[in-house]
């Protein structure tokens, strides 16, 4: 299955809640008029993509209806693809090119924070990356063993302690480990303790200035793990999160089992936090890279297997 099908696949569910109620709404309509897209902007807020992102579409296509002289309803699901690939796209590239570089994975406990980490790091050693794993999640002894499941799946190193530690010292062990076997990439676990947004703060500064003394003019990403199936829960995640981290991505997970998919418009939106992975299903592969056009076709257009 190629890139594109698996993002499609994955966004089925997503794609038959917005698509077929758009194409229902569009075929009832016999010219482009404001209630038209007062029932637009409707499905999409019902479709979790939140009332001021709807709002924003909806007034880009009202401007784009006008200046192009489009007459015919049917045209407004291409204009509407072309205009979400607009209001998504930015700078999705993970940015490793020291040696090594870091990557914080952060998010609440049950997002598939483990699972993201197992299947970035695969991903990277594919390409030629040696990768190492922190297993600072130190609050929950299951934690490091899932880390451990995952780095054996994916052939890399990982640097453990016991369950209580101190996290940062997980992070200080893992950058030594990381310089003396050459290591490209460094990827950290973290407690996902947002009940406690002062002790989480506390703890990723501490975690944050021991890379800026150990590894100075390291590239560091902070990845947020997010469960696109609790939908606007996401977003109020993500804005909470951004308090107490500067995070430089979103890892949107379970887009394949969920009619919500279109909260990754919202936070991109919202948050100004751009998606740089998505998670369509269970396997290695099924962390895919976040393409904006790619992503919009995938949200509104029918595939072939749709009309089966």
């Known amino acids: 299955m190629g890139l594109f099908s698996k993002i499609s696949e994955g966004l089925r569910k997503t794609r038959d809640s917005i698509s077929g109620a758009i194409g229902s709404m ?15 902007e409707e499905i999409l807020i019902m479709s979790d993509i939140g009332a001021v992102t709807s709002a924003k579409i909806c007034d880009t296509l009202k401007k784009r209806v006008k200046e192009e002289k ?9 204009l509407l693809s ?39 790091a695969s991903q990277l050693k594919a390409s030629g990356k040696k990768v190492i ?13 899932q880390l ?19 996290p940062a010292s997980v992070v200080f062990d893992t950058i030594a480990a990381a310089k003396s076997r050459g290591s490209d990439v460094i990827i950290c676990d973290t407690a996902g303790r947002l009940h406690n947004k002062k002790n989480l703060m506390n703890e990723l500064a501490k975690m944050y200035r021991i890379i800026g003394r150990e590894l100075p003019d390291a590239d560091v990403e902070t990845l947020l793990v997010l469960d696109a199936t609790t939908g606007q829960n996401a977003v109020n995640q993500a804005r909470d999160f951004k308090e107490v981290a500067d995070i430089t991505g979103i890892v949107l997970t379970k887009l394949d089992g969920t009619a919500r998919g279109g909260v990754v418009l919202a936070i991109m939106d919202e948050l100004k936090i751009p998606v740089k992975y998505i998670g369509v299903g ?9 393409d904006p056009t790619e992503f919009a076709a995938a949200l509104f257009e029918k595939s072939e297997k749709d009309e089966l």
């Not at 569009?26 to 637009?40: C, Q």
């Not at 489009?70 to 291409?78: A, G, H, Q, R, V």
């Not at 269970?282 to 976040?290: G, R, T, V």
């Open 26 to 40: 569009l075929s009832s309509f016999t010219k482009i008029d404001d209630e038209l897209f007062e029932e637009l």
């Open 282 to 290: 269970e396997q290695i592969d099924d962390l895919q890279p976040f």
């Open 133 to 145: 794993l922190g297993a600072a999640d130190t609050f929950r002894a299951a934690a490091i063993e």
């Open 148 to 166: 451990e499941v995952w780095a054996g799946r994916a052939g890399v190193d990982i640097v453990k302690s016991a369950e209580g530690a101190d």
């Open 82 to 120: 072309q205009t979400v690939a607009e209001m998504v796209k930015g700078d999705r590239e993970l940015k490793l090119s020291t040696k090594p570089s870091f990557v914080f994975v952060i998010g609440v406990n049950g997002v598939g924070k483990t699972t993201t980490i197992g299947k970035l």
């Open 70 to 78: 489009i007459k015919d309803p049917e045209e407004i699901k291409k």
